[in-house]
């Protein structure tokens, strides 16, 4: 990837339905290569898709961050608890007082309660902490 190929990818982070005759007026190529670098970078798998993201007040259903501590030696030795649940997008461990960061997308507040009840229910666990995401604000996500 060159740098051209870096500016492209900018472009579309900032905005995926730029068309490509603004990319190519920013980047300073023509049209047509701007398409064929898309395409190259598409077909070598750079680009895998372009998506619409939903901020989280237009979404079904209900996120939260479970704060967690936990009594186990490592917190490799706890995973296991939330990679069995289908709802957990993913676990950080972090520093401070608390051990993980839990993020979890449910259908409904029963299942985050659910959910929440289950973890809180195994001895290892000493604290837990719910934070339900109300709203966002900023998602520089790049996937």
């Known amino acids: 990837m060159d740098k051209f190929d870096q500016t492209i990818i900018t472009a579309l982070r900032q905005n995926a339905r730029k068309s490509v ?19 190259k970078l598409e077909q070598n798998g750079v680009i895998r898709g372009y998506q619409v993201l939903l901020s989280e007040s237009q979404k079904d259903g209900v996120s939260a961050y479970f704060e ?7 917190c490799a030795d706890i995973v296991h608890l939330f990679q069995a649940v289908p709802e957990v997008v993913t676990c950080h461990g972090i520093s401070g007082e608390m051990d993980l960061l839990v993020y979890v ?39």
């Open 105 to 143: 997308r449910t259908p409904s507040m029963r299942r985050l309660h659910e959910i929440r009840e289950a973890i809180d229910a195994n001895p290892a666990i000493s604290k837990i902490k719910t934070h339900v995401v109300m709203s966002e604000w900023i998602n520089n996500r790049q996937e």
């Open 21 to 39: 005759s603004a990319i190519a007026e920013e980047v300073s190529l023509s049209r047509s290569a701007v398409s064929e670098r898309l395409k």
């Open 68 to 74: 967690i501590q936990h009594q186990c030696r490592n």
